[in-house]
């Protein structure tokens, strides 16, 4: 009798437990998931998104993992899945203060996003761009490539593009309707070399990441470290630790390019086409169309 009990209660616990993990694994979008099974993915399922640390705590972190860049950039998949997963982890944690997020791609960041309370989870982002400033992230290409670009028939000199543009110091990245993906500010400017400021737009309030190094003439190219570049997070509305957070994780987006960073210059006509390479001559990101300007153009975010 005993035996019989105990084997009807053995059965209720078993399926308790399964009902259990029914609830955290019933729906695609949503709960913790068992295994190795992501914390939650987008609606399509293009990408998921895992804890990369703790999973409550004042901050909790993702990795959100896409095939692809192109993932990351569709359609609003990556903003919506982090807006959900700030959701969901404030309705389970509480005390969360900060929720930060990064994706991936063959193991190189692609997306930062940062939501923190003090800014009312205002959310900042940076995607994989599409241009070739050292913030495009994930994508390069192969080892000849600075050298092949050298050999254009339009390839000019820094100094040449300087000549060029009558020293206008603004490069607009990507124009359209006035607007900019990205922008590059040459200050002090010669044959020699220059200090780049390179801003880059992360939300509609205005808050921009800024990117601030010297570079030298090298052959014709314009050269810098790096890993020696000045990251800010300046601007718009958010709270001083949502942008310090966001400027830390942006780093790390510089780190597999090496010591070296050099940007060659081609002109096509009244625009200028740019790329950048690592040190190892792998173009970083894509060409880039750009025009030039007296002043500070307006950023759009690249969708």
């Not at 399926?15 to 913790?32: D, K, P, R, Y």
């Amino acid at each position: 009798m005993m035996s019989m009990i105990s084997a009807i209660r053995n059965r209720h616990a078993l399926l308790a437990i399964s009902f259990t993990c029914l609830l955290m694994g019933g729906g695609a979008t949503h709960g913790q998931m068992l295994g190795n099974r992501p914390f939650m993915t987008s609606v399509d399922n293009s990408l998921s998104a895992a804890f990369s640390g703790p999973r409550c705590g004042d901050e909790v972190a993702f990795i959100f993992n896409g095939k692809d860049r192109a993932t990351f950039n569709k359609d609003g998949v990556a903003t919506r899945l982090m807006n959900n997963v700030v959701t969901s982890v404030r309705r389970t944690c509480p005390r969360v203060k900060l929720v930060a997020a990064k994706g991936t791609v063959n193991g190189e960041i692609v997306y930062n996003a940062v939501a923190e309370g003090e800014s009312n989870w205002l959310l900042l982002e940076l995607g994989s761009s599409k241009d070739s400033s050292l913030l495009a992230g994930g994508q390069r290409g192969t080892s000849a490539d600075r050298a092949n670009f050298a050999k254009r028939r339009d390839f000019s000199a820094f100094g040449a593009v300087m000549t060029a543009t009558k020293g206008k110091p603004y490069f607009c990245s990507s124009p359209q309707a006035g607007s900019c993906t990205s922008s590059s500010e040459f200050r002090n400017a010669s044959e020699d070399g220059a200090t780049v400021v390179a801003r880059s737009l992360l939300d509609g309030q205005g808050t921009q990441a800024v990117l601030t190094y010297a570079a030298a003439n090298k052959s014709g190219f314009l050269c810098s470290d790096p890993q020696q570049a000045k990251i800010e997070v300046m601007g718009g509305t958010s709270s001083p630790a949502a942008r310090a957070r966001m400027a830390t994780d942006l780093r790390e987006r510089l780190k597999p390019y090496g010591n070296q960073v050099c940007s060659g210059y081609a002109l096509r006509g009244a625009q200028i086409v740019s790329a950048s390479f690592d040190s190892n001559g792998a173009r970083i990101g894509q060409e880039a169309l750009l025009t030039a300007g007296a002043a500070q153009p307006k950023l759009r975010q690249e969708k």
